[in-house]
Structure formats: C-alpha cells, structure tokens
C-alpha cells in the first residue's frame, strides 16, 4: 500500500479533531474529485514501518479523536487497510474511533466480502462522489448521494449527522 501524507490535526474528514491517512489508488474516478491526484496506485510514499509509527505517534496525542481513512480509496487496498486497522485496534482499542471513506456503497462493501473491516470502523461515508449532487452544506461528504453509516452495537445504522449542515 502506498499512502500521500498524514494530516492532523484535521477537523473536516470526522468528527473532533482527527488523523488522517491519505492512501493511493483509487477505481472510481469520479468526476468533479477534488483529489485527483490519490487515484494513481503507484504514487504516494510506502506505508512502511517507519510510516506506521509516525501515524501511531500521531494517534497517540492526546486531543487527537481517532482516525480517518481517505484517499484514494481505501477499500481499494482491503487488505492492508484491514491488517492496520486490527493493528490499530490492537494498540488504542476503544480510545480511538475510526472512520472510512469510501466510494463503495454498503452493499458493495458485503458483495465484496469485505465485512470483516466492519468490526474495526465506527463510521463509514459511503458512495461515490456525484458532482451532479454536490452539495456544500453537507457535513462530512461532498454529494447528496453519499450516506454517513454509523456503528450501533454490531450493526451500521444511517447517521443523525445526515441531517446536519
């Protein structure tokens, strides 16, 4: 997996303030993407060891919420972002929440077969991006079609935060 940069604290991409790992490689191509530049898989910077620790150092100050994944898309490296996020999981347990964007849709994610990332994610911006529906007002997503799914016990529910400018 190859990644562009970390950002944080970053307060646009979840809620409170957050560290976000930008990863290379996305399918989609949507139009109108204001990230054109994650989509290729062979730019960004390895995500190595030495990465590694600098998003657990960055994750371990304590203002920092949690993490969130970006890109790119993560999905589109399910592997590696699955064996991180059980790292993550492993090192700060609940202490940090953790949220995806992707341009899968939730259906997608389960035919797929990628479920399994679910236990590790609190909520997930699903869709891909639509310039026909842009829309600024939105919190955390950039179209109407893009659904904000939150963890409710072993289940993903739509978000309240749907209904918030």
């Given at each position: 997996?190859?990644?562009?940069?970390?950002?944080?604290?970053?307060?646009?991409?979840?809620?409170?303030?957050?560290?976000?790992?930008?990863?290379?490689?996305?399918?989609?191509?949507?139009?109108?993407?204001?990230?054109?530049?994650?989509?290729?898989?062979?730019?960004?910077?390895?995500?190595?060891?030495?990465?590694?620790?600098?998003?657990?150092?960055?994750?371990?100050l304590?203002?920092?919420?949690?993490?969130?994944?970006?890109?790119?898309?993560?999905?589109?490296?399910?592997?590696?972002?699955?064996k991180?996020?059980?790292?993550?999981?492993?090192?700060?347990?609940?202490?940090?929440?953790?949220?995806?964007?992707?341009?899968?849709?939730?259906?997608?994610?389960?035919?797929?077969?990628?479920?399994?990332?679910?236990?590790?994610?609190?909520?997930?911006?699903?869709?891909?991006?639509?310039?026909?529906?842009?829309?600024?007002?939105?919190?955390?997503?950039?179209?109407?079609?893009?659904?904000?799914?939150?963890?409710?016990?072993?289940?993903?529910?739509?978000?309240?935060?749907?209904?918030?400018?």
């Amino acid at each position: 997996m190859k990644v562009h940069k970390i950002t944080y604290p970053d307060v646009n991409n979840g809620l409170g303030c957050r560290a976000t790992l930008w990863v290379a490689g996305c399918s989609h191509h949507c139009k109108g993407c204001h990230n054109k530049g994650t989509w290729s898989f062979n730019s960004g910077k390895p995500f190595d060891d030495e990465y590694k620790q600098k998003l657990f150092d960055v994750l371990s100050l304590p203002y920092i919420k949690g993490l969130t994944l970006s890109g790119g898309d993560p999905l589109d490296s399910y592997e590696d972002i699955l064996k991180l996020l059980e790292e993550v999981n492993e090192k700060f347990g609940d202490t940090k929440d953790v949220w995806l964007y992707t341009g899968y849709t939730m259906e997608e994610i389960f035919s797929n077969g990628w479920k399994e990332i679910l236990w590790y994610v609190d909520y997930i911006v699903d869709g891909r991006y639509d310039y026909t529906k842009k829309d600024l007002s939105l919190a955390f997503r950039g179209s109407s079609n893009q659904i904000i799914y939150e963890k409710c016990g072993p289940h993903f529910i739509k978000s309240e935060l749907n209904n918030t400018l």
